[in-house]
Each structure stands twice: as C-alpha cells, then as structure tokens.
C-alpha cells in the first residue's frame, strides 16, 4: 500500500489513532479495511500477547490466521502462534477424550504450517501418533528424533498387537464362565494399552466377582431363594450381613453361628442372643454338634430344620415358619461339592478361594447370553443363570 494511499484512507489514520491508543482490535479493523493486511496481523497478535485469559487470546490469533490469508510468511506466524496456544491449552486441560486428541491434531498442524517441526512430532507422540511425528521431525531435517518415533511406533504396533490378543482372551474367558482368567487377561491388556472403556470393563467385573465363599441363587417368577456357603462360620439372625438372614421379631441381629470343622464336621452356637438357641425344645449351652436332622430354634419365632448327609456332608438348614419360610442354606467345606438337585435346583456348586463354581450332572446351563457346554462356570454377582427355561438371579 503506497503512502500516499495510506495517508488518504480514513480507515488507515483511523487504524493509527486507535494503535497509538493501545487499542488493538480497533486498529486491527481499519487496517484491514484500509487494505494493510500485514499491520492487521500484527494488532491481532498484539491482542494476543495482551490477552487475559487462553480463550481470548486463541480468539485474537484465529483472527490473525484469517487476515494473514495467502501471505506465506504471515499465515506461517499467525500458524505457529496459533498452534502453540492450542497445544498449550489441550496439553493443560489433559488429553483424554476423542475430542482432546482432535483438538492438538489441529494444533500440530497448524505448527507444522508455521514450521514448528520439532512441536509438532512432540504433540503427536501425545497422541501415539508415532508415524506421523517422525513425518513432522524429517519435514523439519530432525533425524534423530524421527528414528526415536519410529522405534516407537513399532514398539506401540507390536504392544496394541498384544493388546488385542489379551483382550481376544478376556472375551473367551468371559464367554466360557472363567472369570478370574478373563480378569487377569484384562489386567494384561490394560497394561499394553491402556484405555478407559476397557478399565471400566475391569472395575465391573471386579465390583461383581465374589470371593467370600457365599451365593444366592434365586429362581425368578416367586421361587424360593438357596443360599450356598463353605465359610468356616454361617451366620443366622436378623443382621442383613449374616449368611441366612431372617425376619422374626424374637431372632437377635446375630443370633447363632454353625461353625464348619474337621470333627465334628458341623456344630451350632448361640451368639449371645436374647431369646436362646433350641434344640428339640431344649436351650443349648456352649457348641453343641449337628447330625442327621433336627430342628433348631431361634427363640419362640423362628424354626429351622437341619439335615446333614451325603459324602462328602453336607448341611441343609431350611426356614420351617414366618416371613422366610422355605429359605435354605447349604453348606459344605470349600473344595466339596454342594449338590442343590434336592433343593429344586438342577446343578451343584463348588467354591475355590472362595468363588462359586456352578455345574450340571447332565445337560447344559446358560450364563446370559453365552452357552456352557460342559464344565463349570464361575458365577458374578448380577449373572442371570438359564437352567432347563428357569432363569436364576446370582447375589452375592
């Protein structure tokens, strides 16, 4: 722009009087309406730099990108400025989201268009984008650098490969009811690549495994729930943590424990309850064994049926009144198997480290949407097991 043109431009005085003020966007304007697209730039990137805050001054250099339009050396200054703030901005907000990553591909490209090389490989290995930084560090002559990206990204083919065969594994695992493999083959993949979906899928399944060496199967549609247990001791009162939980006005929180030994095998205790703990009508005192059957009872409200048999023996307690009439716990030690055929349920369970292991005699079960063939299946809190069209809910 010559200077007489300048000097005969109402915009262009305007564009100086507003600069000499110290207002940059309004001298920003008229320059640019005067036609002097390189001194717009430059109060845009004053604006910039005067900034209170990183929104504004990505907004002053956006308008700077724009006014530099194909002036190769303008649009590199306003690109490299631009890209800089962007990449400072997603680097201090994180880069976690598919959004986070778009946001410094843009700013790596706009710092390869301002021949900011080296910044721009930097921002996308951020990324695990190791092709294209050694794309952007040779563009810029950095060799060393691009064989580093290079080295990397092999290595980060060679871990997503591994990544992807764990993750194969955990859905295999998962499928065929072996749900501590399929743990452990998650944890392996998360290791390899980590990521967010998959760590929710782990912190699920281990919310849902069980461990303490008691479940719940309850059949839908108004079946009686079968509690199974092979803890050392079996809880029985009012307390909703005790392992059969029952519903009577005269049983204590706590009201009696059976305790699980070598010999005798199976043995009962009051808790220090209010009302007792009967046997045949009489109050017992200290530990008292149990076998063949009988019935204990719990103060004057609550009777329970007991029965111990089979080889290895196990025990059946089962509610004879009240609210909870019909309940029933089975217990046996861990490692032996709890046949639940007698209690209407066609299958056994073992536990191990304190895991159920559900099984059929004959025939096969379904674990939600995936088929057990043959074998056992350990069984998740929140599992819906199918046995013969009844579905059965899995409490831990």
Same mark, same amino acid.
């Given at each position: ?8 431009? !109402?915009? +262009? ?17 008229? +320059? !640019? ?5 390189? *001194?717009?730039?430059?109060? %845009? ?6 900034? &209170? ?12 990108? %724009? ?11 306003? @690109? @490299? ?11 201090? /907000? ?13 700013? *790596?490209? #706009? ?25 952007? +560090? ?20 060679? @871990? ?9 594994? +955990? ?20 290791? #390899? ?22 479940? /719940? ?13 092979? &803890? ?44 007792? $703990?009967?046997? &045949? ?5 200290? $530990? ?54 007698? %209690? &209407? ?31 056992? !299946? ?19």
């Amino acid at each position: 722009m010559s200077i007489l043109r300048r000097w005969l431009s !109402a915009d +262009y005085r305007a564009a100086r009087t507003a600069e000499a003020a110290g207002n940059a966007e309004a001298a920003a304007q008229h +320059y !640019a309406l005067a036609g002097d697209f390189e *001194a717009a730039v430059r109060m %845009h990137l004053a604006r910039a730099a005067r900034a &209170g805050d990183r929104v504004a001054e990505i907004a002053a250099l956006r308008d700077a990108l %724009h006014w530099a339009g194909d002036d190769p050396a303008l649009k590199k200054l306003a @690109s @490299s400025a631009l890209g800089r703030a962007l990449l400072a901005k997603a680097t201090s /907000e994180g880069v976690a989201t598919a959004r986070d990553h778009d946001k410094v591909r843009e700013a *790596a490209a #706009l710092l390869l268009a301002g021949g900011e090389h080296r910044d721009a490989g930097q921002a996308l290995e951020q990324l695990a984008d190791f092709q294209g930084a050694a794309q952007a +560090y040779s563009g810029g002559g950095l060799v060393e650098q691009m064989e580093s990206a290079l080295a990397q990204d092999e290595q980060h083919n060679h @871990s997503d490969h591994q990544a992807r065969e764990e993750f194969a594994d +955990y859905e295999l695992h998962l499928r065929l009811g072996r749900r501590d493999d399929a743990r452990a083959a998650l944890e392996r993949c998360l290791e #390899l690549a980590p990521s967010r979906d998959r760590r929710r899928l782990l912190d699920d399944l281990l919310a849902r495994l069980i461990t303490a060496g008691k479940v /719940e199967l309850r059949p839908r549609g108004g079946g009686v729930g079968i509690v199974a247990s092979a &803890g050392p001791l079996i809880g029985l009162g009012r307390d909703a943590l005790c392992d059969l939980p029952l519903r009577a006005g005269g049983v204590s929180r706590r009201h009696a424990e059976i305790e699980l030994a070598e010999s005798p095998r199976f043995a009962v205790r009051d808790a220090g309850s209010r009302n007792g $703990t009967l046997i &045949g009508g009489l109050p017992i005192a200290g $530990t008292v064994p149990l076998a063949d059957h009988g019935v204990l009872e719990l103060g004057e409200d609550c009777r329970i049926e007991f029965a111990v048999g089979g080889e290895p023996p196990t025990l059946a307690l089962t509610v004879q009144n009240g609210i909870d009439r019909g309940r029933t716990l089975v217990a046996a030690r861990p490692g032996e198997r709890i046949d639940l055929t007698p %209690h &209407g349920l066609a299958c056994d369970l073992i536990f191990a480290d304190g895991r159920p292991w559900l099984g059929r005699a004959a025939g096969t079960f379904r674990i939600g949407d995936g088929v057990i063939a043959h074998g056992r !299946a350990q069984l998740l809190a929140g599992d819906v097991v199918v046995i013969d069209g009844t579905e059965i809910d899995v409490v831990a």
